[in-house]
């Protein structure tokens, strides 16, 4: 047992012993691999270092470049600041005009329009000009043509007119003369009528034949008296129609009534009124 126990522990020191070496070694290993780790990550941070000092030299100098810039910017701003208020009012000036421009613009294209729509309203215009120049060329041909004829007719219908007036005032003097002298008859043949019953003391039965005789005889009379009054209404009604459609013509073809040179007188019945109608359509005066 002694011996035993001897060998297990010379064996458990060996392998003790042992693995102490192992560990000795593997210690050395990692110590040695833990320094060059260090060592590449000292050198590998010292890089970063040194380029991160060299960095933030170069920051140093961009920044001091940007604060120099800025200022310089700032410097710039200002000034054009002050020079964008100095020219507000010139721009804004400037775009009240350039607006006004535009405007007038718009109107120069509208009026462009217009005159281009003028110029052709104008053409149509000159041709039409040009055509009532011409018709008014025929009109006052014809209107001279017309002239002359109204003259013409002028002077016949004057000349018609005094002829009827004078035959008209003729006929009726002699239709009125024998109208008086015929009631004058009348009158003076029942004055002696009269004075000859009163004269003859015939008796009743004869006094009555003879009166009815004088009677057949004064309404025969009357008759004719009354034809001859129709007769000389008719022919102052046709005098008067006649004096009417004279002065319508007159009027119609633009003569006033103070030119004739006479004043066309109407004829009127004494003692009847004459109507509105034709002159064939006169009434028997009463």
Same mark, same amino acid.
């Given at each position: 047992?002694k011996m ?5 522990d010379l064996?458990?020191?060996t392998?003790i012993h042992?693995v102490?070496?192992?560990k ?5 290993t990692l110590?040695?691999r833990h320094?060059e ?5 000292k050198n590998y941070?010292?890089?970063i270092?040194l380029n ?6 170069s920051?140093?100098e961009?920044m001091e ?6 200022d310089?910017?700032?410097r710039?701003m200002a000034?054009?600041?002050v ?6 009012d ?7 005009e350039?607006?006004e421009?535009?405007k007038?613009?718009g109107n120069?294209?509208?009026?462009k329009?217009i005159l281009?729509?003028t ?5 149509v215009t000159?041709?039409e000009?040009?055509?009532l120049q011409?018709?008014?060329? /025929? !009109? %006052?041909q ?10 013409e *007719?002028y @002077? ?9 007036q004078?035959k008209?005032?003729?006929?009726n003097l002699v239709?009125?003369r024998k109208l008086q002298?015929l009631s004058a008859a009348?009158?003076?043949?029942e004055v ?8 003859s003391n ?5 006094l ?6 004088l009677?057949d /005889? !004064? %309404?025969?009379?009357n008759s004719t008296?009354k034809d001859l009054?129709y007769? *000389?209404? @008719? ?11 004279y002065?319508a ?9 103070d030119n004739?040179?006479?004043k066309?007188?109407e004829?009127?019945?004494?003692g009847?009124?004459l109507?509105?109608?034709p002159a ?7």
């Open positions: 047992m035993l126990r001897d060998e297990l064996r458990r020191k392998e042992e102490e070496e192992r000795n070694g593997q210690i050395n110590m040695r320094e780790a260090f060592t590449d990550i941070y010292n890089d270092t991160n000092l060299a960095l933030i030299n920051l140093k961009q470049d940007m604060r120099k810039k800025e310089h910017l700032e710039e000034e054009v600041s020079q964008n208020k100095r020219l507000t010139p721009l804004q000036k400037a775009r009240d350039m607006s421009m535009q007038q613009l120069y294209e509208r009026d329009q281009v729509c110029k052709a309203r104008l053409k000159e041709k000009l040009k055509d011409w018709e008014h060329e /025929v !009109l %006052e014809r209107f001279f043509k017309v002239q002359q004829e109204r003259d *007719l @002077r016949k219908f004057t000349s018609a007119i005094q002829e009827v004078q008209t005032g003729f006929k239709l009125e002298a009348v009158e003076k043949r002696q009528f009269n004075e000859v019953l009163a004269a015939l008796d009743p039965s004869a009555t034949l003879v009166s009815r005789k009677e /005889v !004064l %309404e025969s009379k008296i009054q007769e *000389l209404a @008719r022919v102052c009604k046709a005098h008067n129609d006649l004096l009417r459609t002065e013509k007159l009027l119609a073809f633009g003569i006033p009534l004739v040179g006479f066309p007188l004829t009127a019945v004494i009847q009124t109507g509105q109608g064939g359509l006169v009434g028997t005066p009463t």
